[in-house]
DNA sequence: ATTAGGG
DNA sequence: CCCTAAT
């Protein structure tokens, strides 16, 4: 994970030359059946291999493979046609002319097709299929073609060891048959399409005799033939590449042969025999290259395509990657992949949200989206590891990482952080328990905020009895008498709970705004918290005890459980009880349940007892302050709404 | 720091 | 709920 950019780019750096060869052999060149070499690295990347790796799997196949009859057994027409020369110069003209040009050209059209989702319909792919067509009739390729996907269904699902080496299916066979799938067409057509328009292989026509040139020659002729150099050494492969570049097919014999007007015809062994059979293994091996499926999980894809795309990136000459690469990454990008990229890019809008959220307070803080490791710049760390933590992350919780003045940690993604500001009740619980309310500060900064909507909400357990433990102490010391028995007499066992996790979140958020921001600057309006029963039951019951007005201490009194009602909120919520309660009044007195549509029906008595609760307060305001703790006898009275007074 | 009121 | 003025 960490190391996976190094990596990458480490592994980039070192096998790039090959890499791109590779890969742009593949996709440069004519081929029918593109598929790509990769190594599955230890962190499950899928890294291209290099030639040399792709000729040892080409071996490895072999064996696989030997059971195929050779079916280019022909003799071998004669060489004469071009001399080792004449053909050189053709390939270096058409390279150094318009050769690179038409490359280029080539890429950039293919690049177009890959982008484009239609293919058979549109004109080139069948000049491309016509254009074709006669090298598939000359082989049967097309069978051979279609034996890969076979072998990979049979794979069935494994688990790609790393650093092993196989065959990634990047393509898909050639459309010999008719495309199997929709990439498959467009893959060939792009191919022939691009064939046709090269220059390069119009210049070779005519027979064409590899066996005769040098390595270096041949190397030559591949770059002619392919637009880019190799390493490689290996004369066979060398010309078979070649072969295959000239003649569109993959069905490339190892044995001698000559090219001729685009196809391949196998000449008669000239060469000792032994040389000659493992050629002609080689050969049959190679009719079908390649294709290895692997089984990889989904995961691994995910992660594999992640650094594919980040090579492609990288090197920026990676037009593309092979039609079934290309379907996967998006499939999968869009599907689980996507989470992954969701992990990492949601937040932005989320991010923004927050930060008008907090700018207020303050502005200093960035919030950035730890994400996984920048996914996004540097495709190739996107181990899986990362990928995987992301997902599960965010399947679980849906977190996502805010990083705020340099604490980083998961916010819950759907909730919204609730900007509380510091509640009176954070300093009341630091007063009892100094501790404690420093942790809560701590704390809270790592859970920014739930939904006052969530009740119960999920953010996490852990936060939810970190903060029980925080507040219990408290409540304990301060009110608890007092709350439980509240608690307990009402309904609310649940809101009890509620309440104190509300607590917890409320102080929690605020001490994290504490910490870290302006302590006192605008804080976004604290989320609407509706005033559950048992709060409004305890309003009254403080109202009733300590009088109205004295808000402060039924807050700290009464509601030290609440951390989120601050005085004002007390305040604000008694006057509202006062118009309910006059308003009702008047018109039900016997109507009970009288719930208007407002959200939270307040139990007629409640009313009345707050109506008694106004007129004692207005009768007995006026002289002096309202009444102290020691009315509290006529709380109980009021308790039931009964006549006071 | 609280409280009362207006918005 | 927020904001502000007045205490």
Redesign the pocket.
Known sequence: MEHSVGTVIDTVDTEEKDEEERRDEKLSDTEPVVYQLVRVEGDGRLVPATDDEVKEVEKLLEDEKSELAIKHAGGCLSSEGFTKKSVLEGLMQAEDTEGSRKLNARLEEERLWLSGKSFSHSPKCVAAKDQTSESISNGNACLDKLQPENTSSERGPGTLEPNTVCNVEVGTAEACSGAQNEAVASRSSISKSCTSSLPDFSILRGEICLDDFSIRELQEAFRATFGRETSVKDKLWLKRRIAMGLTNSCHVPNTNFIIKDNKIILSEAKEDPMKQHQSEIEAESSLSLDIRVINITHQNIEASLDSQIADDNVSGKRLRSPPLLDDMKDENSQMEHCTAKRMRKPTKRYIEELSELES?ECTAKSYSCMKNSGDDNFPANVPTRTVFYGDANRRLISTRYVSLGGFSFHVPFVLRAR???PR?NT?VLMKYHPSFVYHMEETSVLIPARL?DNENGSPSKEIRSVSVQILQPNFVGEMGTEMDKDALNSEDEVNLEHRRLDEHEDSTHGSANNSQQAPKS??????????TLCEVRKLVDGVAKYG?????????LAFASYS??????????W??LLRASLAQCPTEKGAKNSRKHTSIPIPTPILSQVRELAKLHAQT?INTS?RKPADQGSKDVHGEGSGFL
């Open positions: 207020r900007r509380g500001r009176k300093v006052e605008g804080q976004r309006r604290k989320h609407h918290r509706a005033w109205a007005g004295r808000w402060s201490e039924i807050r700290r989120y009602r601050t005085s004002v909120d007390l305040k604000d919520k006057r509202n305001g309202p």
